[in-house]
């Protein structure tokens, strides 16, 4: 037997386990949709970084995104000739800078010396090397501003426009292209951020 | 053809010419300044070393118009008298053997010792690396290097 003293609190009971059972119910099935949405965004984004990968992997990235001391050439990577140096700056060693043979356009001659503005590697002390990491230490490598010279996501857009980047694209005679126009690089690129710049394991 | 200004050891020089031509050849052809060779004409072997605004630059492949305005020295204009260290270190040392690559080899001996008044081994390596000799000078270029730093550093 309910009392009369006792039938308010259970009234107020049962009301505040209705509004918290409601307030549940309302909030599970967002949480399981955001959930999803969450699962979508990082297959998205696990595709989107597979594409850019595909690029950053190609001969003309790998070829300065290196940890040796200095540049790679020809799309088996093998050493620059005559044992070229990164140098501090990774525009070469005091005397045999990198602009003493590349100009800022290509050379026409057959492996001719390659050309762009501001042609250099990374610099010595985050070399922004790449080579020969997994997919997934490679996509952390990108995002680590303490290994990509200190960029944000965003700013590695604006470093995808730059000539020496593009040139990737224009490499003169002999020499292999991306996989990827540069339009579709840029946008998975973006794509890849927008959805969360997921990382593989 | 268009007009291109810029300095060659020191003096004012206007030359109407392809912008696309290979210094050297404006060097050689227009100039008459034969002491810088042609060896590769890709930049792969050193011989036409010149220094642009003090930088070893390979003249077969930078075109004319990429040094407009600039400062251009040549073998010629190390010094008109062998005064300089470098010149003095290598007839101390007697480096050439056929003396073809030579002119190329000071003028990047020259530019490291720019920028690096006392190279190590190491240093003179990397610099010169970009420089061929086919009669295989390498250990008395090497040698003169350092020759040539006591040199400028003891006349100073």
Known sequence: MISRHQAPFLLCSCAATLLLLVGISKFLPRASARGQANAGNTEKSLLAFRAVASVLNSPRCLNCHTPSDGPLQGDDNHPHAMNVKRGTDGKGSPALRCFACHQTENGKALHAPPGAADWQLPPQKTPMAWKGLSMGELCRTVKDPTKNGNRTLQDLIPHMDTPLVRWAWSPGPGRTVPPLSHDEFVSRLKEWIDTGAACPE | ?156
């Open chain 2, 1 to 156: 053809m268009e007009t291109t200004r810029f300095k060659v050891n020191g003096k004012s020089v206007e030359l109407q010419i392809d912008p696309q031509t290979p210094l050297l050849w404006a060097l050689r052809e227009q100039l008459g300044l034969t002491g810088t060779k042609f060896g590769c004409g890709m930049a792969l072997c050193g011989a036409c070393t010149v220094h642009v605004d003090g930088n070893a630059v390979r003249s077969c492949v930078t075109p004319v118009k990429a040094i407009a305005g600039k400062q251009v020295k040549t073998i010629e204009g190390l010094s008109t008298d062998r005064s300089h260290p470098v010149q003095r270190a290598w007839l101390q040392v007697q480096v050439p053997q056929c003396g073809y690559c030579q002119p190329g080899q000071m003028m990047s001996a020259a530019a490291l010792l720019g920028v690096n008044a006392n190279p190590s081994d190491a240093d003179i390596d990397d610099a010169m690396a970009g420089n061929l000799c086919r009669c295989g000078t390498y250990a008395r270029i090497r040698k003169a290097i350092h020759v040539a730093a006591e040199l400028a550093r003891s006349a100073k």
